[in-house]
């Protein structure tokens, strides 16, 4: 990595704007399912989780992956955006705006990756119907193509859950636009095989997503960030490259996004590109499920060799920072600070971190004070298998989080 050149790059402990909002610093924690909510219902130990976070020192945290309808939802056990969660989702900004931090929420639509016993329709909407990839490890073997009313309905459950979210009162939203989720399936050629105005070239790809993003700003956009996770690159032959990602960036600019937050990887196809590295071999025989485990099992057979490595998708990246002049957030494989100074002299606006602030919530307050450096998460990413444990996500180089704060509801 080159040694950022110190004197005209932008200091990421200095305050910056997103949109309508003014956070503290440039440093924000990125959504990491956090398995901290029952049923739908956000427990103690997701207040407590953010409330740590928040008190380390971002700027910023993200809650994990809310969705934006019943059907919506990937998981059940996944916060879901509804009257019934308000007074916990209020409990969560409450505490964690006590330590002086903003809240962002990840809000989602699954699509066609969805692991529900139930739906309300056959089959899971997605950008084209057919057979689905997703459901070699879910059981759901197709999917179903998203008609004009469909479309509005879904558009319409974006708006709904951005003014929630306003009302439990976030800070932001930060529209999940990446990883192979509904608006994910939009974007990705994988996907996308549509013949109408909403398929073909990346720009036409980006048409529904960037309607969804259009009415959440509309919505919401005068008084709360609304942000996007995009891919940069899906990680996988055929799959949506840094120059589609640099076209979509375009699109969502010219809409009018206030930030961008720069992914990559695929759920199905590519879940070793997320995390710069393989999954642990526990995320597999922890599955219980033998045909879904078999299948996740050939999924890791195909993924490549590769080796950990700070800002894997800093190339990447580099190209839709080339592309834009919006505000662009670097992701992936943060860990140190000079690899976060690296990403300011890069152009990015700020760093967005997960596995660094699950192994220390307390990392930012370190690298501001001296006393670190850089992290000693590993990134062997068998947090990821803790997501669906009892006390939820956490690092495995530490104890388990508490499985009673974990079945309390956060308001209760
Ligand atoms: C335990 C865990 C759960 C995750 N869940 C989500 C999620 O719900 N939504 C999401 O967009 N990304 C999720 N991710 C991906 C992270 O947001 C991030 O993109 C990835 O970890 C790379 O960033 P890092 O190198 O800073 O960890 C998850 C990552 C981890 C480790
Ligand atoms: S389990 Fe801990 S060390 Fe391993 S990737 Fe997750 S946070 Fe890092």
């Known amino acids: 990595m080159d040694t950022p050149a110190a004197a005209s790059v932008i ?16 440093f924000i924690k990125s959504a990491t399912n956090e398995g901290m909510a029952k049923g739908g219902v956000p427990s103690k130990m997701l207040v407590e989780h953010h409330r740590r976070i928040a008190a380390g020192g971002v700027a910023m945290t993200t809650v994990a992956y809310c969705a934006v309808s019943p059907d919506g939802r990937t998981f059940v056990d996944q916060v879901s955006l ?28 699954g699509g066609a990756f969805t692991f529900l016993p139930e739906l309300t329709r056959k089959y899971p909407l997605s950008s084209s119907g057919g057979l689905n990839a997703a459901g070699v490890l879910s059981g759901r073997l197709f999917k179903t193509a998203m008609t004009a009313a469909d479309m509005r309905a879904v558009l319409a459950e974006f708006v709904a859950g951005a003014q929630l979210a306003r009302e439990a009162g976030f800070d932001a939203v930060e529209i999940h636009m990446g990883h192979g989720y509904l608006l994910s399936q939009f974007l990705s050629p994988l ?61 969502l600019e010219r809409e009018g996004a206030h930030l961008l937050v720069l992914s990559g990887g695929m759920n199905v196809e590519s879940p070793w590109a997320i995390f710069g590295s393989k999954m642990p071999k526990e995320a597999l025989t922890s599955i219980e499920n033998r045909i879904v485990r078999f299948a996740a099992g050939l ?25 834009v002049k919006m505000p662009l957030a670097y992701l992936g494989g943060a860990k140190s600070l000079a690899g976060v100074q690296t990403a300011m002299a890069d152009g990015f606006d700020c760093v967005v971190m997960g596995r660094a602030l699950i192994h220390d919530a307390e990392l930012v307050n370190k690298f501001r004070d001296g006393r670190a450096t850089t992290s000693a998460c590993t990134a062997c990413n068998r947090c990821v298998v803790m997501m669906y444990t009892e006390g939820g996500t956490s690092c495995v180089l530490f104890p388990p989080n508490d499985p009673l704060l974990n079945r309390t509801p956060a308001a209760a």
């Open 299 to 323: 999924q890791e057979l195909a993924a490549p060799k590769i080796e950990f490595r700070e800002l894997y998708f800093r190339e990447h990246s580099q190209k839709v920072r080339a592309a």
């Open 191 to 251: 996907y996308n095989r549509r013949r109408d105005g909403y398929g073909g070239p990346a720009e036409r790809r980006a048409r529904f997503p960037a309607q969804v993003l259009r009415a959440v700003l509309d919505a919401v956009g005068h008084e709360l960030a609304v942000t996007c996770k995009i891919c940069v690159t899906e990680g996988v032959k055929k799959g949506a490259t840094a120059e589609d990602a640099a076209a979509v960036a375009r699109v």
């Open 82 to 109: 509804n009257r019934e969660s308000l007074p916990h989702l209020r409990a969560l900004t409450a505490a964690v705006h006590g330590e002086g931090a903003a809240i962002c929420a990840q809000i989602t639509h």
């Open 11 to 26: 200091s990421p402990f200095s305050p910056m704007r997103i949109g309508p909002i003014a956070l503290r610093n440039r």
